[in-house]
């Protein structure tokens, strides 16, 4: 057992996807959870820009002593993922390779689609990842990065006209390919899960990344008997700017009511 906090990090707020899922899977767990909102979005950034807010990102998260740490952003996860790794002695969980296994497994005419930000997509990680598990599979690939704006900004619900051009947009080359999966490369798209769905029709599986990747920490830390003992857990917030508008915003990406604290921490320092 190991009564140790679980890190978790996103550019904003998509990160809480993955979070909330944790929280369902894992209840005994305390949880602290840093959105960097003062430089979302990361998807945008050249990969040197993402690495070095990926590494202050851990650096503040280490100072709570966590037993391991979720990278719950698909742009870190595709372009620092193995640099973080190699830097830390502890367990860290990215989102890429849990949703590859999860697209491999689930196509049936083996066409994946995948959306992510330009950094994601750029990257080429989540394809890699794929072929490397079946080189049969095709990956018709998208970046999107109007949505991780447009959700931080709660413009994500179906029927909002400006959600459902820009999607429409986005997806077409990916229903014109014939997809069968779809795969959610970044943890703020799960909140357009609906409008998407509704686009795709439903013959297409969504990945939601965060959820798979949480049950894959979940089996890995069980595996390791490294999960805590208590019933229920506690949650810690903090945020690179306004606290207020997180609160406002955070229990929408966590299907409740948010407890806990928000604090701000000057990113910068670490």
Request: negative net charge.
């Amino acid at each position: 057992m190991d009564q140790r906090p679980i890190g978790v990090f996103d550019s904003g707020l998509g990160g809480l996807t993955a979070l909330r899922e944790l929280r369902k899977i894992l209840p005994g767990e305390d949880l602290v959870y840093f959105g960097d909102t003062g430089r979302v979005p990361y998807g945008t950034k050249s990969r040197e820009i993402i690495l070095r807010y990926a590494r202050q990102d851990v650096a503040f998260l280490r100072t709570f002593d966590p037993k391991a740490i979720v990278v719950a952003c698909g742009t870190v996860s595709a372009n620092a993922l193995t640099e973080l790794t190699a830097e830390n002695d502890l367990p860290i969980f990215g989102v890429v390779g849990a949703a590859a296994q999860a697209a491999v497994e689930q196509t049936q005419n083996g066409q994946v689609g995948l959306i992510g930000t330009s950094a994601s997509i750029r990257s080429g990680a989540y394809e890699r990842e794929m072929a490397r598990l079946n080189s049969a599979v095709t990956v018709t690939a998208r970046a999107c990065p109007l949505f991780v704006p447009l959700v931080e900004n709660g413009r994500f619900r179906s029927g909002d006209r400006v959600v459902e051009l820009v999607a429409r947009e986005y997806l077409q080359p990916l229903q014109d390919a014939g997809v069968d999966t779809l795969v959610l490369g970044c943890t703020h798209y799960p909140l357009l899960a609906k409008a998407i769905g509704e686009l795709m029709g439903p013959g297409v599986r969504l990945i939601d990344t965060g959820a798979v990747c949480a049950d894959n920490a979940a089996k890995v830390l069980e595996e390791k008997d490294m999960l805590a003992s208590r019933e229920k857990g506690a949650c810690r917030y903090f945020v690179s700017d306004s606290t207020e508008d997180f609160a406002r915003l955070a229990s929408i990406f966590l299907g409740e009511h948010m407890e806990g604290d928000v604090d701000r921490v000057d990113i910068e320092r670490y």
